[in-house]
């Protein structure tokens, strides 16, 4: 066994691909090596600005021989043929191949041919060299004199040097020869760029690699580079009284901007603390990759002071270097402020924006109004076919109202809230940090006197972004969040751009998932089919227009003509058409029942990944059900009733029910419309449509009050009368009025159960 260190070294490697291809290296080597016969105990790959490193141990010295056969022509073949099989094989005569025989071919030859097994070094002369000239940058360019010859290298930046070592844990390595674009491998590395010569490096292996490129002022590592700014961060702030703002993705940025971390406190005039601290956080971090200070036990209110990181170690200890940033810090700063101060002062053309203000019913007295009002007059597009930004926002405005009273929001809030949640869009900030969107009309909002309630909707109907994003947990957040989401939903199975596969452009599943998530938050029963009608609804004419002629190609003319009676209710329709209006679901069916089909299925994702069994989901989940919490808790009651005894043996007998209902069901045998108490014969069915008709209103009760664990207990006392009914009972009578009864008794016991779940879905 002997270990392999490879080094690419070149110019400057973007922070954000180094992990990627130092993993990317590791994978690609090692399965070539693998693949090539050869085997390996340890493999770890590593990252700086300027090298890609990987570390393989415990290689074996020599792959195997392998046993390959080849099978070939029927022995009666013409001899051309076989002289062709035996010089693809390597055979020199007929007598090398074996004669086998089976059923379809009759006799025919095989070739067993033996692949020696080669050393190592020959393996890693050959792979490591492919993998170098189609490594998968991101990104990548040709130099030099060779960059227009055809076929030359690409690289993610200039390479430099190309390092090599093969040998044992202890003793003498050799460099494994090869040469790629011009550099042949060596034993040699460099040190840092500024703090060390250009004198090479001599390595042996790994150990020592490491050793010497860090007295050559190179920390190899990336995971302990970031270790040490963190460390350093934290101490020098505390040190200065302060704390510094966490922040894990610019600590690995910065980790892969530096090969020798010096960690140095910089500071900016205390007078930009006027601006929001996310404007500072996100313009230091932004331009300057550095991390913010707050005070000590106050992570909202900052310091004029930040930390950042050098790359080198400076006589005057850093000075210089914080100065400069600091110029820098206060430049950038200057235009924040400048942002800020714009964002709460009128626009200069507010005479252009009337129309659209009272359209609207906007005050343009108010800074976030001026901006919804220009949003609007500038047309600004939200989606070629589904019409501008302004046309969309009160497209969820009135859709809001719709949703308030059902999740226990004011309609005024909520409609006020929807109307200027786009606004911050035209404000100077965003326009600079598109990522502050929402944070920012929260601000302006709260600044023109807004309810709280509608400013806090403003910055959170975007939530939940991911699956880890917290739920808005204000009534009037959830009714603007749940406008927006379905209006984008709708909207975008109106004009047919759906997820497909692995595509999604516009994040329609992370809009279903956010909906979903918002819908289970509370104990709000919400039926999703009335609100896709209301959403359906607030759509102009020309894109109802499009709808129907997709559905015309994609459905045929039949089912065209239903949704052509939706089509003329659409122009100028207000919420109350569709109160009246019941036939609008099968007028624009096909629409709503595909997309409350795409919410089923993240449903299913979701509950899955928060643990649910997936033949509970199946058995609760059936085509038409669009009251999510419902399904959410009668899934969540199945799966406990489950693990009980009781639970078990119920699910056992009901199970057996369904079967023989099935089976009769398929014979047409005649089941009677009602039961007939007076041919119940038997006590044991007599005994368990006593017990039926005892629960049978308690279950539907409790089911009504969402109480589902105690609807299953109810029906967990027909259990033992099911049981004896089995036990005792012939269903399959030879007088077929009683075997009616009988049958008409199961599948009221099948339909009272089907209330909850379809339980021969269930494995248990």
């Not at 601000?443 to 972004?465: D, F, M, T, W």
């Not at 039926?527 to 109802?544: C, D, G, V």
């Not at 023989?660 to 005649?670: G, H, M, N, P, Q």
């Amino acid at each position: 066994m002997s270990d392999l260190l490879l080094e690419l070294l070149s110019e400057e490697i973007p922070a954000r691909m180094q992990r990627k291809a130092a993993n990317d290296l590791k994978k690609l080597v090692t399965d070539g090596l693998v693949g090539a016969g050869l085997t390996y105990e340890a493999a770890q790959a590593y990252s700086t600005p300027r090298r890609l490193t990987l570390d393989i141990r415990g290689l074996s010295l020599h792959s195997k021989d392998q046993l390959e056969e080849r099978k070939g022509p029927s022995i009666y073949a013409e001899q051309q043929v076989i002289a062709g099989f035996l010089r693809s094989a390597g055979l020199d005569d007929v007598s090398q191949a074996e004669v086998r025989e089976d059923a379809k071919k009759g006799k025919f030859y095989v070739a067993k041919i033996v692949k020696k097994g080669r050393t190592a070094e020959a393996i890693i002369a050959e792979i490591i060299p492919q993998i170098i000239r189609s490594f998968p940058w991101p990104k990548s360019m040709r130099w030099g004199k060779t960059s227009a010859q055809q076929g030359s290298l690409k690289w993610v930046r200039p390479l430099q040097n190309i390092l090599c070592v093969f040998g044992p844990e202890v003793g003498e390595t050799e460099v494994i020869d090869f040469e790629v674009a011009g550099f042949r491998t060596n034993r040699v590395t460099f040190g840092h760029r500024f703090m060390s010569d250009d004198t090479p490096i001599e390595v042996r292996r790994f150990d020592d690699y490491v050793a010497k490129l860090e007295l050559a002022h190179v920390i190899l590592d990336a995971d302990r580079r970031k270790e040490i700014i963190l460390a350093d961060a934290r101490n020098l702030a505390f040190a200065k009284g302060l704390e510094l703002v966490e922040d894990d993705q610019l600590a690995e940025e910065v980790a892969g901007l530096v090969e020798w971390p010096v960690v140095l406190m910089g500071e900016f005039a205390s007078e930009f603390l006027v601006i929001p601290p996310e404007v500072i956080r996100l313009t230091i971090r932004t331009n300057q990759k550095c991390f913010v200070l707050s005070e000590q036990g106050q992570s909202t209110k900052l310091s004029n002071h930040f930390i950042l990181v050098s790359n080198i170690v400076a006589i005057d200890k850093g000075t210089e270097i914080a100065f400069g940033n600091g110029k820098v810090v206060r430049a950038r700063l200057s235009d924040a402020l400048y942002f800020w101060q714009r964002d709460q002062a009128d626009l200069p053309d507010l005479q252009r924006f009337k129309s659209s203000a009272s359209a609207l019913n906007l005050d343009l007295h108010k800074p976030l109004d001026q901006r919804m009002a220009r949003l609007d007059q500038l047309m600004v597009t939200f989606h070629a076919k589904l019409g501008t930004q302004g046309e969309r926002v009160c497209r969820i405005a009135q859709l809001a109202q719709t949703i308030a009273p059902l999740v226990g929001a004011d309609v005024a809030h909520a409609k006020r809230a929807a109307m200027l949640a786009k606004a911050d869009l035209q404000t100077e900030v965003v326009g600079e940090f598109p990522e502050l969107q929402g944070i920012m009309g929260r601000k302006y909002a709260l600044l023109q006197g807004e309810n709280p309630s509608v400013a806090a909707a403003i910055e959170e109907h975007y939530k939940p972004i991911g699956p880890n994003d917290r739920v808005p947990r204000d009534s009037v957040s959830v009714a603007v969040a749940l406008a927006d989401k379905i209006d984008t939903l709708v909207g975008f199975w109106l004009i047919n751009e759906r997820p497909t596969g692995s595509k999604d452009p516009y994040a329609l599943r992370r809009a279903a998932l956010g909906a979903i998530r918002l819908l289970l938050s509370k104990e709000w029963n919400l039926a999703l089919q009335p609100i896709f009608r209301a959403s359906f609804a607030t759509f102009s004419q020309k894109i109802i227009d499009n709808a129907v002629a997709i559905y015309e190609q994609k459905l045929g003319r039949e089912s065209a003509n239903k949704v052509d009676g939706a089509k003329n209710l659409t122009n100028a329709l207000h919420m109350e058409v569709f109160k009246v209006d019941c036939d609008i679901t099968e007028k624009a069916g096909p629409i709503f029942s595909d997309l409350l089909s795409f919410f089923q299925e993240r449903l299913r994702v979701y509950l899955r990944e928060e643990g649910a069994r997936y033949d509970a989901i199946d058995a609760v989940l059936t085509p038409l059900d669009d009251d999510f919490l419902s399904v959410a808790r009668r899934v969540e009651a199945i799966i406990l009733f489950l693990n009980s005894k009781e639970g078990g043996d119920l699910i056992a007998g009901i199970k057996r029910a369904a079967n023989i209902l099935d089976a009769e069901k398929k014979k047409a045998t005649k089941i009677a419309a009602a039961l007939d108490p007076s041919l119940l014969m038997e006590p044991e069915e007599k005994r368990l449509f006593r017990e039926y008709e005892h629960i049978e209103q308690k279950v539907q009760c409790l089911m009504n009050g969402g109480d589902y664990g105690g609807a299953l207990h109810q029906l967990a006392l027909l259990r033992k009368p099911i049981d004896e009914f089995f036990e005792k009972v012939l269903v399959n009578d030879e007088n077929l009025s009683i075997r009616a009864n009988r049958l008409t008794l199961l599948a009221k016991i099948h339909q009272l159960s089907a209330k909850i779940a379809d339980f021969s879905k269930l494995t248990c």
